[in-house]
């Protein structure tokens, strides 16, 4: 059996996809910076970084599948260059290697803040979007290096698109900014939340997603892989059932939040201390990233499950590893 490769695999969402992989019986193999075994996981390493193309046509070399999961995710860098060279380079050279290696699909993953979202409504893959929605660092660059995945699917190279939305559960190990506000709440440190929503999805429900996709996906065409749209307020009233912590009550006024994240980041750009409050992260904040998954429960038959479960994992994980 030729190896299948998954890039990211040291994250929250390659981990889980490589260890259902394995489960399902595939030979997995990782690109790692590091080079090291990673926890929990039996698959073979190649060290290797997506910004050096030699290291990457070495990964993918004798694959069969290559899953392109990682990405440089951060809602502040003090050097958005490296932001560019990973997410949209690091696509660039590994899809170049994969199709020097003839493998036999590629599933690239994007992310929801590549979908246009509707005002009162549910966006999905056909909702319009341009360079122009999307705010900060992130967001830009993940957009490009999805034009670079749907340019090569447009030529014929077999690259199927997965948008996750915003997964939940354990072993988000970094965490993502995601599961941040997961540990922020179980720390108290959340006293108020922002009028805002977004659509919550178990990590094993995307994991699984990605097999889907390569399974029944169509080249060029992207897949929502979410579940459940909810609002702030209801995310932390689940963390309140679960951890018996009190939930904020109290509602901060975009105008205060956006000026906090200025004020944060503007000291975060001297000192090079993550800031507590990204403006990037506010400014994704305004608008309800509210989307329908319909699609890919249609093509993929994808079935995602309540994110109740998610929940409950993250935060066992999350305080059995002594993050809070």
């Known amino acids: 059996m030729k190896p299948v490769l998954v890039t990211g695999a040291t994250g929250f969402v390659g981990w889980h996809l490589a260890r259902l992989l394995s489960e399902r019986g595939y030979k997995v193999r990782a690109l790692s910076r590091s080079g090291l ?71 690239y993953t994007s992310t929801v803040g590549c979908i246009g979202f509707v005002k009162d409504g549910l966006g999905d893959e056909q909702s319009a979007v341009g360079m122009e929605d999307m705010s900060g660092h992130y967001k830009r660059s993940k957009f490009l290096a999805e034009q670079v995945a749907l340019e090569s699917a447009s030529k014929g190279f077999p690259v199927v698109i997965v948008n996750p939305t915003t997964p939940v559960g354990d072993h988000d190990s970094k965490p993502t900014p995601t599961g941040k506000i997961i540990v922020d709440f179980m720390k108290r440190a959340m006293p108020a939340y922002l009028d805002t929503g977004l659509n919550i999805v178990d990590v094993k429900d995307v994991a699984n997603g990605h097999l889907l996709a390569c399974e ?29 912590i009190k939930a904020p009550t109290v509602r ?35 608008k309800f990233m509210f989307v329908s998954q319909a699609k890919a429960e249609r093509e993929l038959q994808y079935r995602p499950a309540a994110v109740d479960g998610a929940f409950d994992r993250a935060v066992a994980w999350f305080g059995r590893n002594g993050y809070c």
């Open 216 to 244: 029944h996906g169509k080249p060029g065409e992207r897949y929502i892989l979410g579940c459940q749209n909810l609002t702030l307020q209801q995310i932390f009233q689940s963390l309140e059932s679960i951890s018996g």
């Open 37 to 107: 075994p990673i926890e929990d996981l039996e698959v073979e390493v190649v060290k290797g970084d997506l910004r050096d193309a030699a290291s990457v046509g070495r990964a993918v070399k004798g694959c069969s599948l290559v899953f392109h999961v990682a990405a440089d995710y951060r809602l502040w860098s003090r050097d958005p260059k490296q932001m560019y060279e990973s997410n949209v380079e690091g696509t660039r050279n590994l899809l170049a290697a994969a199709k020097q290696a003839s493998v036999d699909r590629v599933v």
């Open 252 to 286: 901060i006024p975009y105008a205060l939040a956006y000026a906090a994240g200025v004020v944060s980041t503007a000291w975060a750009n001297v000192s090079g201390v993550e800031p507590r409050a990204p403006l990037e992260g506010v400014k994704m904040a305004r």
